[in-house]
């Protein structure tokens, strides 16, 4: 089992970027071998998809609220995900949730619930 934990988040204006980081680690793990992805959720709100990557990070998908916005980028040396996050709008102000899954994605989404979360990390975006 893959142990995720989520940094960057914080308090931004609209318009502004943040850039939000997943360090995995676990004694067996293989980072390589996990698709990875964001997801977001607001207060009453179920958790919605924002982003994923593919376990080789040749491929990225987005959800249509962030496309052109939000970056999602890995390092398999470093055993880490991004999430750039730019143009922030107030919409974007959520909890922020690191995922992770061997399952390759279909169709740029994962194909079951991620077997791994991080705690989450906040994200407010307010004027």
């Known amino acids: 089992q893959v142990q995720l934990a989520e940094f960057g988040g914080g308090l931004a204006q609209p318009g502004d970027s943040l850039r939000l980081s997943c360090i995995a680690s676990?004694?067996?793990?293989?980072?390589?071998?996990?698709?990875m992805g964001w997801f977001r959720q607001g207060v009453g709100d179920v958790r919605e998809f924002v982003a994923a990557?593919?376990?080789?990070?040749?491929?990225?998908y987005y959800a249509d609220a962030v496309k052109g916005r939000f970056t999602i980028s890995r390092d398999n040396a470093k055993n880490t995900v991004d999430l750039q996050m730019n143009s922030l709008e107030i919409n974007d102000t959520r909890v922020y949730y690191c995922?992770?899954?061997?399952?390759?994605?279909?169709?740029?989404?994962?194909?079951?619930?991620?077997?791994?979360w991080g705690q989450g990390i906040q994200v407010t975006v307010s004027s």
């Open positions: 995922a992770a899954d061997v399952s390759p994605l279909l169709n740029g989404r994962f194909t079951r619930v991620p077997r791994s």
């Open positions: 990557i593919t376990q080789n990070g040749l491929a990225t």
């Open positions: 676990g004694r067996t793990v293989t980072f390589s071998r996990y698709a």
